[in-house]
C-alpha cells in the first residue's frame, strides 16, 4: 500500500521558515522523481518543486530562490526547506511521485502553511 504522509507545516510569520517533510512508503523510492505541490484556498492545485532520482531539482518561478528542496532515501523522505515566506505560500502542501507533470499515486492529507502577521 503506498503512503505519503506530509508533515511539518504550520503558522508562521511572513519572512519565516519552515521545513515540510513527506514520508513515502509502498514503492521503490530512491528510483522515483517526488514533487511538492500546494493548493491555496480558492485554487487549483499547483507545482511547486521536484527532485529527480539524480537529485536534480526544479521549481516554479514563484518559489525560485526561497524553497529547497531535497531527499534521504535512507529514510524514504523528501523535504522541502520553506524560507522567507509570504502570505501567498499559504496553502496545503502535498508530495507526490511525478514523471513530467503528472502524479503518479492518489493525493494524501497534506499539510497545512498559513503564513501571516
Known amino acids: 500500500q503506498v503512503q505519503l504522509v506530509e508533515s511539518g507545516g504550520g503558522l508562521v510569520q511572513p519572512g519565516g521558515s519552515l521545513r515540510l517533510s513527506c514520508a513515502a512508503s509502498g514503492f521503490v523510492f530512491r528510483l522515483s522523481t517526488m514533487g511538492w505541490y500546494r493548493q491555496a484556498p480558492g485554487k487549483q492545485r499547483e507545482w511547486v518543486a521536484t527532485i529527480n532520482s539524480g537529485g536534480g531539482t526544479n521549481y516554479a518561478d514563484s518559489v525560485k530562490g526561497r524553497f529547497t528542496i531535497s531527499r534521504d532515501n535512507a529514510k524514504t523522505t523528501v523535504y522541502l526547506q520553506m524560507n522567507s515566506l509570504k502570505p501567498e505560500d499559504t496553502a496545503v502542501y502535498y508530495c507526490?511521485?511525478?514523471?513530467?507533470?503528472?502524479?503518479?499515486?492518489?493525493w494524501g492529507q497534506g499539510t497545512q502553511v498559513s503564513v501571516s502577521s
Open positions: 507526490n511521485r511525478i514523471s513530467g507533470r503528472d502524479s503518479i499515486y492518489s
